[in-house]
Nanobody, 132 residues
Framework: QVQLVESGGGSVQPGGSLTLSCVASGRSASSLHMGWIRQAPGKEREFVAAITRDSESTYYANSVKGRFTISRDNAENTVYLQMNSLNPEDTAVYYC?????????????????????????WGQGTQVTVSS
C-alpha cells in the first residue's frame, strides 16, 4: 500500500506563487508515476501535471503549461508542483495521484479533458485559493 499526503496549499493573490508537495509512503512509491489532479467547486476533475517514475518525462495541461512545473525527489519520495502566475481559475482542491501506468496520466495531458480514470492511489487533497 502507498499513502500520499499533500501539503503547501493556501490563499494567494493573482500573480502569486505556491509550491505543493506530496509525500509518498510505502515500499513501492518510487516505482509509481505521479501527478496532480484538481477539482474546482461544481466542476469535473481536471488533469494538471504528471511525471514519470524516473523523471524522464513530464506532462502538463495546456492551461498550466509554462506556469507550473512538476518535479520529484525519489530519495525523499516527494513530488512537487511549483505554481507561478496563479490566477483565479486555478482555484481548486489539488490532489496528488500515483499509478503504475504512465498512459493513465499522459492520456489526459494537453487540451482540457475531464479525468475519468481512477488512479491506484490518491491523496486527501490540499486547497488552493487565488483571489484578490
Amino acid at each position: 500500500q502507498v499513502q500520499l499526503v499533500e501539503s503547501g496549499g493556501g490563499s494567494v493573490q493573482p500573480g502569486g506563487s505556491l509550491t505543493l508537495s506530496c509525500v509518498a509512503s510505502g515500499r513501492s512509491a518510487s516505482s509509481l508515476h505521479m501527478g496532480w489532479i484538481r477539482q474546482a467547486p461544481g466542476k469535473e476533475r481536471e488533469f494538471v501535471a504528471a511525471i514519470t517514475r524516473d523523471s524522464e518525462s513530464t506532462y502538463y495541461a495546456n492551461s498550466v503549461k509554462g506556469r507550473f512545473t512538476i518535479s520529484r525527489d525519489n530519495a525523499e519520495n516527494t513530488v512537487y508542483l511549483q505554481m507561478n502566475s496563479l490566477n483565479p481559475e486555478d482555484t481548486a482542491v489539488y490532489y496528488c495521484a500515483a499509478d503504475r501506468s504512465e498512459i493513465a496520466f499522459k492520456h489526459f495531458s494537453g487540451a482540457y479533458a475531464p479525468v475519468s480514470y481512477s488512479y491506484d492511489y490518491w491523496g486527501q487533497g490540499t486547497q488552493v485559493t487565488v483571489s484578490s
